[in-house]
């Protein structure tokens, strides 16, 4: 099993470009997240998702929008991006279920810089 | 707000020495996790404790909950080099159906 990965794993763009992050888990999670991870900070959820074709805001969902098409793909697109998305991004994947009581497995990450 | 608060913020120790690191939250909450993430990795989950468990183990690894003070510790016995990473507390809450909340962290370096 590959797990949670992500594509692509840096990308680097201009303000004002868009551009989309791909996760993807093969094991037939209910539950995906997609975090974003500033220097020294903890994570902070964007957007989550507790079923194909779902989704939620999260803590900081300003700037950025989700798709949930297929169970095991969970989308995170930005429109037109700005030097304060610079950040990691991590998508995560848990069976789900109630309090999210289930551990999350994690992508490698996708580092992203805006200019 | 985040929920967890680690403390302290960044710990450094000897090769075999233990490691304590803690979490305090503000709501009541049904699970407390912790993970750990090495450095420019994605995090890796360590333990669960229930909010009626007061006590768990898995190795090198014990996490206490005191729900009636609203806090955690993650205790590390015996460190090797390679325990250095940041460690997170992650809390669940019936009220935040279907997510968890992250502390900013404790960064731990054990030097050999």
């Known amino acids: 099993n590959a797990g949670v990965t992500q594509t692509p794993k840096f990308r680097v763009l201009k303000t004002g470009q868009s551009m989309t992050l791909l996760c993807a888990q093969d094991?037939?999670?209910?539950?995906m997240y997609w975090y974003r991870q500033d220097p020294g900070m903890g994570l902070r959820l964007i957007h989550y998702?507790?079923?194909?074709?779902?989704?939620a805001k999260g803590e900081v969902p300003d700037g950025y929008n989700v798709s949930r098409l297929k169970k095991q793909n969970f989308l995170l697109g930005l429109e037109s991006a700005a030097p304060s998305q610079t950040s990691v991004y991590f998508c995560a994947s848990s069976y789900g279920g109630l309090a999210g009581s289930y551990e999350q497995y994690f992508g490698p990450g996708t580092r992203l810089t805006v200019t | 707000s985040q929920q967890g608060e680690e403390d302290p913020q960044a710990l450094s120790i000897q090769e075999g020495e233990n490691a304590t690191m803690n979490c305090s939250y503000k709501t009541s909450i049904n699970n407390l996790q912790w993970y750990r993430q090495n450095s420019g990795r994605g995090l890796v989950h360590l333990i669960l404790?229930?909010?009626?468990?007061r006590e768990k183990h898995s190795g090198r690894l014990r996490v206490t909950l005191d729900t009636s003070k609203k806090s955690s510790s993650l205790l590390i016995t015996a460190s090797r080099a390679a325990d250095t990473a940041s460690y997170f507390c992650?809390?669940?809450?019936?009220?935040?159906?279907?997510?968890?909340?992250f502390g900013d962290g404790t960064t731990l370096t054990v030097k050999p």
């Open positions: 998702s507790v079923g194909e074709g779902t989704t």
């Open positions: 992650a809390t669940d809450a019936w009220t935040n159906a279907g997510k968890s909340t």
């Open positions: 404790i229930r909010s009626n468990e």
């Open positions: 094991m037939n999670h209910e539950y």
